[in-house]
Structure formats: C-alpha cells, structure tokens
C-alpha cells in the first residue's frame, strides 16, 4: 500500500514563497503520477498541478500558471510543490495525491495527510 | 475549462435511508473520467468511485454511481452512521476540476 506522508504546517508572509514535500513509500516512485489539491478553510477541493514522476513532466491548472512548480526527485521518492508571490487566500490545507492511472483517466486513489499553510503579516 | 455542479448543497437524510446526489457538467465528460470523493472532518478525501460506476478498493456495495454526458449520481443505498460526510464528484477529462461538494448530514 502506497503511504504518502507531507512535511509540517507552515507560516509565511504574504509575498513570500512556500515548498512543500510529499514523501511516498510502498510502490515505485518512478511509475507514479503526482497531484498537489489544496483546501482553503470551509471551502472545496481545487486542484493546482501534477507530475509524471517518471519523464519529470508537470502540468498546471491555469489559475496558478507562472506561480506553482513541482517537481519530483526519484532518488528521494519525493514531490515537492513551490507556490510563489503568497497571499492571505493562499491560505489552505495543501494535499498531494497519487493518481491511479486506467485507460486516459487518472483518479486520486492515494492521499496525503495535508500540510497547512497560513500566510499572515 | 468543465464546471461541475453539485446538487442539493446539503442533504439531510436518516441511517437507513437512500441517498442520491447529483453531479452536473458544463459540458459532455466521458463518463470514464467521472470519480467521487468522500471527505470527513479533519481528513483527506477518499476515492470512492471511479470511471462513473466503478467501485475503489475497500468501498462497500452500498455505493455505486451511474450517468453520463452531462449527468452523474452517487447513491448510497442505506445509510450508515459512518457516511455522513462531504461528498465530491470530479473530472479529470479535460484538465481537472472539482464540484463544490454536497454535505450529507444526519437528519
């Protein structure tokens, strides 16, 4: 069974940067495509980008084109996601997600267990 | 970029009873690519049906989903305690985007 475990909560100043990591262990780090969904207080899922862990390639949502990076090291068997220019509605609940790919559909069967991020002056 | 629409918002149902919530999409989504989530507080989502109509691993049978083109359903067939929760539908065939979720609450 793949387990997914996210570094601790963080707390930044609007403007800043945060990079959080996703460790996984149980599976093959290389055959695994990795989502970053995130959650702001009371609110719904949005998902932000992934990454085929095996050819390194990400993809974005739209919304945070030219803000996000994620990236992925096979020797560590670890994601990371790196959202810039933080603002207060950045604040959320920051999950990573394993995909379990079927035919072109790729639904999130493997869930982190969140990382808070508050951005407050 | 595909809007999902759930139906109702909330949902207040009795254990035993049947539940039936809608996922509704702005535009035609092959159902292989429909999934639903169930959240519970202070927790992370959980797959609970994929490809419109089949079950993730663990899921009990009282879950099922069906539809497609533009229209989805989750159904649980007799509420448990434990089901209580925030359901999501999503689609990841173009791009990815969530529904806004439908709260089933005990009644």
């Known amino acids: 069974q793949v387990q997914l475990v996210q570094s601790g909560a963080e707390v930044k100043k609007p403007g800043s940067s945060v990079k959080v990591s996703c460790k996984a262990s149980?599976?093959?780090?290389?055959?695994?495509?990795l989502t970053w969904v995130r959650q702001a207080p009371g609110q719904g899922l949005e998902w932000m980008g992934g990454?085929?862990?095996?050819?390194?390639?990400?993809n974005y949502a739209q919304k945070f084109q030219g803000r996000v990076t994620i990236t992925a090291d096979e020797y560590t068997s670890t994601v990371y996601m790196e959202l810039s220019s933080l603002s207060s509605a950045d604040t959320a609940m920051y999950y990573c997600a394993k995909s379990y790919c079927t035919g072109g559909s790729c639904p999130f069967d493997n869930w982190g267990q969140g990382t808070p991020v508050t951005v407050s002056s | 970029e595909i809007v999902l629409t759930q139906a109702p918002a909330t949902l207040s149902l009795s254990p035993g009873e049947r539940a039936t919530l809608s996922c509704r999409a702005s535009?035609?989504?092959?159902?292989?690519?429909l999934s639903w989530y169930q959240q519970k507080p202070g927790q992370a989502p959980r797959l609970l049906i994929y490809?419109?109509?089949t079950r993730a691993t663990g899921i009990p049978a009282r879950f099922s989903g069906s539809g497609s083109g533009t229209d989805f359903t989750l159904t649980v067939s007799s509420l448990q305690p434990e089901d209580f929760a925030v359901y999501y539908c999503q689609q990841d065939y173009s791009s990815v985007s969530f529904g806004q979720g439908t709260k089933l609450e005990i009644k």
């Open positions: 535009q035609s989504v092959t159902s292989y690519y």
């Open positions: 149980g599976g093959n780090f290389r055959n695994f495509v």
């Open positions: 990454i085929n862990a095996m050819f390194g390639t990400a």
């Open positions: 490809a419109a109509s």
